[in-house]
């Protein structure tokens, strides 16, 4: 529970520390006093959004502190285990805010993102506010409302999740569904081609081969011709040639046994021009010998030619691009049946999801049926307690028209009413009077709040509107909540106010430079005082602080 709440130079408080025990707590003083300030305080400390706003005039920076005891929390012990927080002590959640609208928050002692003060906080206290009403008109608050009293929001998460999960997988299939026309004909067009290529079979260099093969043949004429003058000029002629030419050259030059150095190196170039001719002539004759000027082969060169070069303007490429183009089309076709693949498995997931869904929501439905006649007879009982005989509540539940799955389950949850007797049960919104609402959404309220594993309850002013008898009533109840954990009551009524444990007096200070907020809890007599107060205005009579004792006295009884 909440056991310790410090302000410092928060909107118009200067300084404030406050101890709180368990119980009901009554939260009184004047309006403009600056009651609501210290529960806007606590709830920024909880993580809600602050602005430079909140800085009190003067001051460079805005600090609040709340400490918690955590021995009977166990679910937030555990939160905070997960994350390295916790410690032995109270758990101190701490916010600053800079003039400059700035904000830090701390748990612990440790800075942490906001999202951590509020998850955790949501664990700590549940705050109830004089508007909590208006919100009873749209029918998300009438499912939430049933869940958490049917203890069923982390099913109601799955089921949000599930629904999610269907919608983003069928979004995604009929992404690839409403291609698929276009992708088949892709796909035709992709496979003739790669057939075309494949039956090709271009091998590699093949066609650098190709070209100087039919090249070659296609002058074969002068190019026999032109090695057998060359052989004749070499090694035939009969009226001299190069080898006998060489051959005589040398025998006239190696009758002479002692040859000057010059002589000598002349002697050896001629014998290796010799033995490089004779080479040459030997190759030319090989060449000659296997050389084969086939028509035939030509035109099958020519043939395999012709289908490369029309392939490869057929797909406006270089003839040398063709092997590179296969490769290319082959990725993008297998990334095709990749997407053929990708739509099978995506409507597997979109089955499972859909079964998965209808898992969780129909034990959300489940959850819902059992816990909406419970709920409904416990409001209705509250109602007839604050100040509405014959008043009926209802809470009916439609099976939803869509066959889609929907994050908010199978049905649709609606509050139905009937505020005097023999009239029929109408929606909320149509029925209900501010008045009428406002003890309504108390009793819903203070039902669902029986309920709530939150330790620590905060009701702002939700008594609005209600007087009389009925205002004690509420008064009872809130202690009665206060029996079973933390209640701080923010109230206007003395009814309400008798029935507290513990009462806080706020009220404004006034100094010589400044006025700024302070908070006293008072004693017996102080207590007395202040509920006489409220009954009779400012000026205290014996007949109000006998009244007020009387109401305190009946209160503890």
């Keep these: 529970m909440l056991v310790h709440l410090s302000i410092h130079n928060y909107a118009i408080v200067e300084h404030l520390d406050l101890e709180l025990n368990g119980g009901m707590s009554v939260i009184t003083g004047e309006t403009g006093a600056g009651k609501s300030i210290m529960l806007d305080a606590l709830s920024l400390a909880l993580g809600d959004r602050a602005d430079n706003g909140a800085v009190r005039p003067g001051a460079d920076k805005a600090d609040i502190l709340a400490s918690f005891d955590l021995t009977a929390i166990a679910e937030a012990r555990a939160w905070l285990d997960e994350r390295d927080l916790d410690n032995d002590g109270p758990c101190i959640l701490r916010r ?5 609208g700035r904000s830090r928050g701390y748990i612990n002692g440790s800075p942490c993102p906001l ?4 998850a955790l906080g949501e664990l700590l ?53 409403s291609a698929s026309d276009e992708q088949r004909a892709r796909h035709q067009l992709l496979s003739y081609q790669l057939e075309e290529l494949d039956n090709l079979a271009l091998g590699e260099n093949e066609l650098d081969q190709l070209e100087q093969e ?35 050259s040398l025998q006239r030059l190696t009758a002479f046994p002692h040859q000057p150095g ?32 086939d028509p035939q082969r030509q035109q099958l060169l020519e043939e395999r030619l012709d ?11 270089q003839p040398v691009d063709l092997t590179g183009l296969q490769q290319q089309l082959f990725e993008e076709l297998e990334g095709l049946n990749a997407d053929d693949q990708a739509g099978e498995r995506l409507s597997e997931e979109l089955a499972a999801y859909a079964r998965h869904y209808q898992e969780k929501a129909t034990q959300l439905s489940e959850l819902r049926q059992q816990a909406a006649g419970t709920l409904a007879t416990a409001v209705e009982s509250e109602m007839q307690r604050l100040g509405m005989p014959g008043g009926r509540f209802s809470i009916e539940l439609r099976t939803s028209e869509q066959g889609d799955p929907q994050p908010n389950g199978l049905e649709q949850v609606e509050f139905l009413v009937s505020a005097n007797p023999g009239q029929p049960l109408k929606a909320l919104a149509k029925v209900a009077s501010g008045g009428e609402l406002s003890r309504i959404s108390l009793a819903i309220q203070v039902i669902t709040a029986q309920t709530s594993r939150v330790p620590t309850l905060v009701f702002d002013e939700v008594d ?23 209640v701080l009551t923010v109230t206007h009524l003395p009814q309400v106010a008798a029935q507290g444990h513990q009462h806080l007096f706020v009220h404004k200070a006034r100094g010589t430079e400044a006025t700024h907020t302070a908070v006293a809890a008072l004693d017996a007599a102080g207590r007395v005082e202040e509920i006489a107060r409220m009954l009779g205005g400012v000026d205290l009579t014996e007949e109000s602080l006998a009244h007020a004792r009387k109401m305190v006295s009946s209160a503890n009884s």
């Excluded at 209600?466 to 079973?484: K, N, S, Y």
């Design 96 to 100: 600053v805010i800079t003039a400059e």
């Design 115 to 118: 999202g951590d003060l509020k």
């Design 125 to 177: 206290i549940d705050i109830h506010n004089q508007h909590e009403h208006q919100s009873l008109l749209k029918p998300d608050t009438h499912r939430r409302l049933l869940d958490e009293y049917a203890g069923s929001q982390e099913l109601a998460r799955q089921v949000q999740l599930a629904a999610q999960r269907w919608r983003q997988t069928r979004q995604e299939l009929e992404r690839i569904s």
């Design 214 to 248: 039919h090249k070659t043949l296609a002058s074969a004429e002068r190019l026999l011709g032109a090695c057998r003058q060359v052989l004749e000029l070499c090694s035939e002629s009969d009226a001299g040639n190069v080898l006998s030419a060489l051959t005589g």
């Design 262 to 293: 010059a002589l000598g190196e002349a002697t050896n170039l001629l014998a290796s021009a010799q033995i490089q001719v004779e080479e040459a002539v030997g190759e030319l004759n090989r060449f000659l010998d296997h050389f084969d000027a």
């Design 307 to 317: 289908s490369i070069y029309t392939l490869a303007r057929k797909h406006r490429v």
């Design 464 to 486: 609005v509107g209600i007087g009389g008898p009925t205002a004690e009533v509420v008064g009872q109840l809130l202690r009665r909540l206060g029996e079973r954990g933390q």
